[in-house]
């Protein structure tokens, strides 16, 4: 797999905002975001895209959407709401090739669809 600009976040070698880490896991604000709030929460496994996940690790995208909804609790909107998202490949509109979820928040998000 080829380094991608969140392993250099992940080494430290360049910078950014990062809300949370520990031995699984960074978290960091997105530099282009969609919503108020939008932290991007990545593993510091490699993996390119959730069709490259084995089952056995699937305590990845766990411990992905745990820390999410840790960090929204903890930061005051869990009650309000807010959206975790995984993108795969070119037209799910992954653009960095190492799976990462996507927490957006801070405003009403509107819906995708037309059907509950």
């Keep these: 797999m080829s380094e991608t600009i969140f392993h250099k976040i992940i ?6 905002d990062i809300v949370f880490e520990d031995e699984h896991l960074i978290a960091f604000r997105d530099i282009a975001p969609q919503a108020p709030v939008h932290v991007l929460f990545v593993p510091k496994t490699d993996v390119a ?13 766990g411990r992905l959407a745990v820390a999410a909804a840790d960090y929204a609790k903890r930061e005051g909107f869990a009650e309000d709401g807010y959206r975790i998202v995984m993108n795969c490949n070119g037209h799910g509109g992954q653009t960095v090739f190492q799976i990462h979820l996507h ?14």
Excluded: C
């Excluded at 895209?49 to 995208?61: M, R, Y």
């Excluded at 927490?103 to 509950?116: D, E, K, M, V």
């Design 11 to 16: 080494k430290h070698e360049i910078p950014a």
């Design 103 to 116: 927490l957006l928040a801070g405003a009403p998000l509107g819906r995708f669809g037309t059907s509950r």
């Design 49 to 61: 895209t959730l069709n490259d996940l084995q089952p056995d690790q699937s305590a990845i995208v």
